[in-house]
């Protein structure tokens, strides 16, 4: 390995590249730092925190950091376990800690385990219609074990990779009836205190503090200015704390990848659990393959505890699988890189350890772009430069950047509206408003959707003297969206893609945004046939007693809500 001085030269003269990518994700602000041989050698702090008072990031800036929550929550429930804390182990059934849960699916509510909940390796369906615009948490924490208990399981049990969220919401109910306190306090006292992590909580921004990064989303009307974004919401307070509420900078974030690095490096080296001068334990399950997230490479690329490992060259691509991402690391010894990436709206991360040589490099940042992970080419450039990869075996992420942005910004809308116009199969009509109108609720009663007219009352202009239907999600004023007709009982709540980038909403499959309404009870083949396609005649005969809506399409077919009568 090169020197010191060596790996700071090469990293300081990545800064143009960075800037560069940084530009073509619209991202305003990042804070940067790498670790070697346990300390601290390179820290870089870019742009702005807060975009229109100049204000820059620093050390101490404060980023959500959205999934890299897991690793941490993993490690709580390692100390849990080193501690026999609820007679907590790997292998514990969830049942049997949580007698709550009572999931529908048989396999899952009688065999998972701890382990599975951490692995993404359940085959559980994993959807994100929880997160809605402005970083709205859509699920109330109260409802959250009756929304997971109804989870289907699509994917065959422990089979396959397929990353969920939602393991880990599991995951925090656990530490806390393990704990006997709520996750998020005993993650404070017993890791966040003890390393001295003053800037790390797992509480929602407040707005008028200054130390947090303003978030930010790209827009395609006008890339230079991206849109400001409320921010993250997700807290140890909601639902999906779990999985990605711990708010930190570099400044702190060092100190905790320190310790994994030095406590990993002490328990492999004595096969032991602990660490006399660590709050961490079990280090080496946390880093243990779980499951397989490529079988088709012939290098390892696994998941673990709440990291991804890799061994290099490879592709770090599979966390949330992207196309025609290059190999990491070539012409280089090869590596162990145990890496996770973190997205909310407004907030994008990368962390990788490098345990043999108790190596790390870190990415935070303020900006999300629909197309281009800023986070994340940033931190593959400065592990590439961190490893010493030659420059005409380095990957070109500046112009990867671009390719991305330009294959990606056009086509999203583009291509929705081109297949809703294929998929037309007639019937130009909807029935009076008044029949779609009503509080719609999913079997579990744990989200519902309100159908309902706006009149347009008090507007001077003509074209708008005409009644709208409209959607709310979860009934908020703040998830309202105006329903178009598309045909027959069905309609679409799509709308450019800078429409819902104002409002710090993903965007999604096609199939997400069409709702249809559906007369009463009809035999499960047909129900099934006609629930899954889009067009399709109905009798208008009956009332209209649920809505469909494909919101996650690892499913085979939509979800029903039922009008509640």
């Known amino acids: 390995m090169s020197s010191t001085k060596t790996i700071q030269s090469r990293l300081h003269a990545l800064r143009s590249n960075l800037e560069e990518i940084m530009k073509t994700g619209s991202t305003p602000g990042a804070a940067i730092a790498v670790i070697h041989e346990g300390e601290v050698i390179y820290q870089e702090n870019l742009g702005y925190r807060d975009l229109d008072n100049k204000l820059p990031v620093t050390a101490e800036t404060i980023f959500p950091c959205a999934s890299l929550t897991k690793a941490v929550v993993a490690a709580g429930l390692g100390i849990c376990v080193e ?16 007698p709550e849960w009572t999931s529908a699916d048989e396999i899952l509510r009688k065999e998972m385990t701890v382990t599975n909940c951490l692995s993404h390796r359940a085959g559980m369906e994993a959807p994100d219609h929880w997160l809605g615009t402005n970083n709205n948490i859509l699920i109330p924490q109260e409802k959250s074990i009756d929304f997971l208990n109804s989870l289907q399981r699509p994917f065959p049990f422990r089979a396959s990779y397929g990353y969920n969220n939602c393991g880990y919401d599991i995951a925090g109910h656990i530490l806390t009836k393990a704990a006997s306190q709520r996750w998020d306090t005993f993650l404070k006292t017993r890791i966040f205190d003890p390393l001295n992590m003053t800037h790390t909580s797992t509480h929602a921004a407040a707005p008028s503090d200054p130390n947090f990064a303003t978030g930010y989303w790209d827009l395609d009307a006008n890339p230079s200015n991206p849109a400001k974004i409320v921010p993250v919401t997700c807290s140890g307070e909601t639902f999906m704390g779990a999985a990605a509420a711990m708010h930190s900078c570099t400044a702190d974030l060092v100190k905790l990848y320190k310790v994994f690095l030095d406590s990993a490096a002490d328990q492999y080296a004595n096969s032991s659990t602990s660490t006399s001068s660590s709050p961490l334990k079990q280090i080496p399950t946390l880093f243990s393959p779980q499951i397989n997230m490529n079988p088709k490479l012939l290098r390892e690329q696994s998941y673990a505890l709440g990291w991804a490992r890799l061994q290099t060259p490879g592709p770090m691509d599979q966390l949330r699988p992207q196309e ?62 961190y490893l010493g990869v030659a420059e005409d075996e380095k990957n070109d992420y500046v112009e990867l950047a671009r390719m991305e942005k330009e294959e990606k910004d056009e086509s999203w809308f583009k291509d929705i509206r081109t297949w809703l116009d294929e998929s037309r199969t007639g019937g130009d009509c909807p029935r009076e408003l008044e029949d779609y109108v009503g509080d719609y609720w ?38 309202e969206h105006d329903l178009t007709h598309y045909q027959n009982d069905e309609f679409t709540w799509l709308k450019e893609r800078d429409e819902f980038s104002k409002r710090g909403l993903w965007a999604r499959h096609k199939e997400n945004y069409v709702i249809g309404f559906w007369e009463g009870e009809r035999p499960e083949k047909e129900a099934e046939e006609k629930d899954i396609k889009v067009g399709g005649e109905t009798s208008r005969v009956n009332k209209i007693e649920y809505l469909t809506w494909w919101y996650n399409k690892e499913l085979p077919r939509p979800k029903r809500f039922y009008k509640e009568m």
């Open 83 to 98: 501690e026999e804390m609820g007679d907590l182990k790997w292998d514990s059934k969830v049942h049997d800690v949580l």
């Open 324 to 385: 025609n991402r290059p190999d990491v690391g070539k012409g280089v010894p090869s590596e162990l890189v145990l890496y996770h990436q973190g997205s909310f709206p407004g907030a994008l991360a990368f962390v990788a350890l490098i345990p043999r040589l108790k190596g790390c490099v870190l990415v935070l940042t303020n900006g999300l772009s629909m197309s281009v992970n800023p986070a994340d080419l940033m931190g593959q450039a400065l592990l590439e430069g």
């Open 442 to 479: 999913d079997e579990a009663k744990t989200l519902m959707v309100r159908v309902f007219i706006d009149e347009n009352e008090g507007r001077s202009d003509e074209t708008q003297q005409r009644r709208k239907l409209k959607v709310a999600f979860a009934g908020r004023e703040s998830e």
